[in-house]
């Protein structure tokens, strides 16, 4: 049996090529959502958020309201993914609460809510109001998809919002379908 011989010369060429495909491969590999599981503080929940996230809590007014609410996203090219969680003082004011969330969240855009259907289905006994709405914001078309949710006193907010052409439908079904209040 006989060997061949390859030529040193042929053996580096093939070594560059395969290692600059390797390269090109890891590069295509690093996703740029890099989707992590969340966890609220002070109101349980669980999410996964395509970024780091960060958190932060404030005083809201809900129409006549005060709630202390923290909100947890992470941002990926303008669009922010985010889930709010307060509590209420009586959960007789939920659907006031919900209403009040809905139309801040379509003022924010300066929106009008349009007809679609958010992914995943929220769990039985839990109040809710999906929302997903147009609008401009900075002079860029905006939409804002939200499901706001209500079990007992705590209230959600759970939202994707940014440039209308860049929000995919694989990670908002990725995003919603993640979310479940503990």
Not at 71 to 89: H, K, N, P, Q, S
Not at 153 to 174: D, F, N
């Amino acid at each position: 049996m006989t060997m061949r011989q390859v030529s040193p010369a042929f053996s580096f060429a093939r070594s560059l090529t395969l290692l600059a495909l390797f390269t090109c491969v890891l590069t295509a590999c690093s996703p740029k959502y890099n989707w992590r599981e969340a966890h609220g503080e002070k109101i349980q929940f669980t999410v996964l958020l395509p970024a780091k996230p960060a958190s932060f809590t404030r005083q809201i007014d809900l129409d006549g309201l005060p709630v202390s609410m923290t909100m947890t996203a992470a941002e990926i090219d303008g669009v922010t993914f985010a889930v709010g969680a307060a509590e209420l003082a009586d959960a007789a004011q939920t659907p006031k609460a919900l209403e009040a969330m809905r139309t801040a969240l379509i003022n924010n855009i300066g929106g009008a809510p349009v007809a679609a259907t958010l992914p995943g289905k929220p769990a039985a006994g839990d109040r809710t109001v999906d929302v997903v709405a147009a609008g401009v914001a900075r002079g860029q078309p905006m939409r804002l998809m939200a499901r706001l949710l209500a079990r007992d006193k705590r209230i959600y907010q759970v939202l994707i919002v940014g440039p209308e052409k860049s929000i995919e439908a694989e990670h908002a079904e990725t995003f919603f379908t993640s979310f479940a209040p503990n």
